[in-house]
T-cell receptor
Framework: DQQVKQNSPSLSVQEGRISILNCDYT??????FLWYKKYPAEGPTFLIS?????DKNEDGRFTVFLNKSAKHLSLHIVPSQPGDSAVYFC???????FGAGTRLTVKP | NAGVMQNPRHLVRRRGQEARLRCSPM?????VYWYRQLPEEGLKFMVY????????ESGMPKERFSAEFPKEGPSILRIQQVVRGDSAAYFC??????????????FGAGSRLTVL
């Protein structure tokens, strides 16, 4: 029973435009959601998190939005850069299960 | 301050052999997680351990797979009698505090198992 779902397996955007990656969840009992980025042949690295008491957290080009009523969060990357091309995973801190991931490709 | 160290990075085994994957967590981290990534799939949780304790093994296959995190030494993921379907990248991650706070995981570079 997957508690976090990423329904878009891939996303392609043009350099300089906004990338929006989505994640839905079923279990409302969490403290934090986290986003990780993974390059091929490397382990995932932590990108940004959001607390359950907030609806937005921003770090440079990366912003995560949390909509608790819809049980939905999204990661915005603006402006997107070719180096952002990677697989992005969302996870919540209660059990550290990951979504299936979304492969982002940023075209120059 | 070394990060999470996994070895071997690449391991080739024949069907029926045993595979042992090792993970040394970051210094000061006492919580270890193992994940498996099959080709073209996401990260699947396998097991969560603290020193000398298995906290959550709900993601481990019921047979042939086991994990330990002894008081001294690295965490070990052991796969007995490997089959071709075990071919995957196995990632280890560690954290200092378990489920408390944001619980940011630091991942190793992974061990890629190929079963011939």
């Amino acid at each position: 029973d997957q508690q976090v779902k990423q329904n878009s397996p891939s996303l392609s955007v043009q350099e300089g435009r906004i990338s929006i990656l989505n994640c839905d969840y079923t279990n409302s009992m969490f403290d934090y959601f986290l986003w990780y980025k993974k390059y091929p042949a490397e382990g995932p690295t932590f990108l940004i998190s959001i607390s359950s008491i907030k609806d937005k957290n921003e770090d440079g080009r990366f912003t995560v939005f949390l909509n608790k009523s819809a049980k939905h969060l999204s990661l915005h990357i603006v402006p997107s850069q070719p180096g952002d091309s990677a697989v992005y995973f969302c996870a919540h801190n209660n059990d550290m299960r990951f979504g299936a991931g979304t492969r982002l490709t940023v075209k120059p | 301050n070394a990060g999470v160290m996994q070895n071997p990075r690449h391991l080739v085994r024949r069907r029926g052999q045993e595979a042992r994957l090792r993970c040394s967590p970051m210094k000061g981290h006492s919580h270890v997680y193992w994940y498996r990534q099959l080709p073209e799939e996401g990260l699947k949780f396998m097991v969560y351990l603290q020193k000398e304790n298995i906290i959550d093994e709900s993601g481990m296959p019921k047979e042939r797979f086991s994990a330990e995190f002894p008081k001294e030494g690295p965490s070990i993921l052991r796969i007995q009698q490997v089959v071709r379907g075990d071919s995957a990248a196995y990632f280890c991650a560690s954290s200092p505090q378990g489920g408390a706070g944001a619980n940011v995981l630091t991942f190793g570079a992974g061990s890629r198992l190929t079963v011939l």
